[in-house]
């Protein structure tokens, strides 16, 4: 079956990432599951193996967000910023950056609900501070995702006997 | 070079729109320096000094022929560059099923709680 609602993520000017990406679901829960932390826990998990633990959420323009992940081998990443425009249900613009600063610098993510039909489009741009910080964001997943393919082939030949 | 400098050369390389564009134009097929420096209205010593960039990040590779030295694209790096791509959108896709999980959800609790429709 061809999947409509699969993420598209393009790469725009030499520092941004663009993410789109269609949910069956009204512009509201959309944005609700994306700003109530108790709903954000339950999906933004990162890469396979990790889990959010903690999600703080001001949402004002001036408040603060803070959001931090653990890996399966507890290890922790963290990261966070300000949210510079707040219009529910349909748009944010927050400021990001890693406890790590892996980025070089901060990022500026500007997201944008958008309803067709019942339908939701999510639009998200992430600007760097740098080509080179937009170079690190995509390398690092790419190095762990080896690893992590890795693991997960196993886990399929061990539980399908 | 190694091939993770290679890589980081390739990726400088892209960040630029000039050279963004002689690579499209490249996709098309192969091309002289003329061929270039026409449709970017630039000189032929500034689409060289492009050229000298892409070749060193080895994006695209160019031809003997003294006069003409005609440039053509190399695959591989920019195969690598889109491998990187894949696997970030792989990880925020698992996150969006996710997602797409927990919406069915808060829609059937949305059905329950509002009264039914007459």
Redesign the interface.
């Known amino acids: 079956m061809y999947n409509t609602?699969?993420?598209k993520?393009t790469?725009s000017?030499?520092?941004e990432?663009v993410?789109t990406?269609h949910?069956?679901?009204s512009r509201q829960?959309?944005w609700?599951?994306?700003t109530k932390p108790e709903?954000l826990k339950?999906?933004?998990?990162?890469?396979?193996g990790w889990t959010m633990e903690v999600c703080e959420m001001d949402l004002r323009v001036g408040g603060k967000y803070r959001w931090v992940w653990r890996g399966p081998d507890g290890n922790e990443m963290g990261m966070g910023g300000v949210h510079k425009e707040v219009v529910p249900p349909v748009k944010i613009v927050n400021t990001q950056l890693f406890d790590q600063d892996w980025t070089g610098g901060e990022a500026v993510g500007t997201l944008v609900l958008t309803e067709q039909n019942g339908k939701t489009l999510l639009t998200n741009t992430v600007r760097y501070a740098s080509?080179?910080a937009r170079?690190a964001?995509?390398?690092t997943?790419?190095e762990q995702?080896m690893a992590m393919g890795y693991d997960r082939l196993e886990q399929m030949l061990t539980t399908s006997k | 070079m190694s091939p993770t400098a290679r890589l980081d050369a390739a990726f400088a390389a892209l960040a630029d729109p000039t050279r963004r564009a002689i690579l499209a134009r490249l996709a098309t097929g192969q091309a002289s320096v003329t061929d270039l420096a026409k449709p970017f209205s630039m000189s032929q010593p500034a689409v060289s000094k492009h050229l000298k960039v892409l070749e060193r990040a080895g994006l695209i590779s160019r031809g003997r022929d003294a006069q003409r030295r005609p440039c053509r694209i190399n695959p591989k790096p920019l195969a690598q560059v889109n491998g990187w791509l894949e696997k970030y959108r792989e990880i925020w896709e698992e996150n969006f099923q996710r997602l797409d999980g927990l919406l069915e959800e808060m829609k059937a609790v949305q059905k329950k709680q509002s009264p039914a429709k007459h």
């Open positions: 609602e699969a993420l993520l790469l000017g030499d520092r990432v993410f990406r949910f069956d679901a829960l959309v609700d599951a994306m709903l339950r999906w933004l998990f990162g890469p396979p080509p080179e170079e964001v995509l390398k997943p790419m995702g």
